[in-house]
């Protein structure tokens, strides 16, 4: 049984995610908890390589199936190498998107029928369950510019704009879909979820999300 408290962060691109999981892991070590931050994919050395070749722009057209297989090769060694042994070991794991990512990105704004998700996640993930999801909820259009502006962030403009990954890449369309996938798992998992509004500034959401915190994840561990 895990012993540690397994958070993830959700939501489309430029929502805030990984500001978010640094100023909780900040506010956990404060108060002594040991806190294992991670991502995906991502988050092992195996799914870190796995990582380079799902996001690499020049990576060849492939169908949904066989996006989302790889996507769960890097989770499964994920869990068993970084998520597992940390709960196991007591600690905070807070993991920067997880399967709800899967079943959004390659299912639900594409094509991976649901069953085939469902299958995935209970041969790979199991019973290594999130206690809480926050969904960071914002619409596709200022989540994209924000991930723009990121991508440029230190970048000399002789060096030309750092190409987007193949994610960010894609139209609209496909982002207002992924912004309507994600309320939709909150819907359907609302003891998990917990779906913040990302265009509040870093610190409000902090303090949402800290609250949800201690009002649900520490209340129970007592
Ligand atoms: N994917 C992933 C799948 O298709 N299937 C899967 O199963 C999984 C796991 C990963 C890609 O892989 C896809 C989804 C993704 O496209 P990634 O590089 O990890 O790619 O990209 P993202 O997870 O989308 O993360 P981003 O880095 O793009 O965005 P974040 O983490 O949501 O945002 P963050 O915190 O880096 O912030 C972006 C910018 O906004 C600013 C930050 O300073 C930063 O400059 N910012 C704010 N500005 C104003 N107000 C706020 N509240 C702000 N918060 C942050």
């Known amino acids: 049984m895990n012993q540690g408290h397994f958070i993830t962060f959700e939501g489309g691109e430029g929502a805030g995610k990984s500001t978010q999981v640094k100023l909780l892991a900040e506010r956990l070590q404060a108060l002594g908890h040991t806190v294992v931050v991670t991502r995906e994919p991502g988050g092992s050395p195996f799914a870190e390589k796995l990582r380079e070749l799902l996001l690499d722009p020049a990576t060849p057209p492939h169908d949904a199936l066989a996006e989302a297989l790889i996507f769960y090769a890097a989770r499964a060694d994920h869990l068993n190498k970084t998520i597992r042994p940390a709960l196991f070991a007591g600690n905070w794991v807070l993991c920067d998107r997880f399967a709800d990512s899967t079943r959004v990105y390659q299912s639900m704004a594409s094509t991976l029928p649901t069953d085939v998700c469902d299958k ?101 561990a007592l």
């Not at 991508?151 to 207002?176: F, I, S």
């Not at 996938?181 to 917990?194: H, T, W």
């Not at 500034?201 to 999300?209: P, T």
């Open 120 to 220: 995935l996640d209970d041969i790979v993930v199991g019973e290594t369950q999130p206690g809480l999801t926050v969904v960071m909820d914002i619409i596709a259009e200022e989540g994209l510019a924000r991930a723009h502006a990121r991508r440029l962030e230190g970048v000399a403009p002789v060096d030309g704009e750092p190409e987007a990954d193949r994610y960010e890449a894609r139209d609209l369309t496909y982002h207002r879909a992924l912004r309507e996938g994600f309320l939709q798992v909150a819907k359907m998992n609302p003891d998990r979820c917990f779906v913040v509004d990302a265009s509040d500034e870093a610190e409000v959401i902090a303090e949402k999300v800290w609250s949800k915190i201690a009002t649900q994840v520490l209340r129970e």
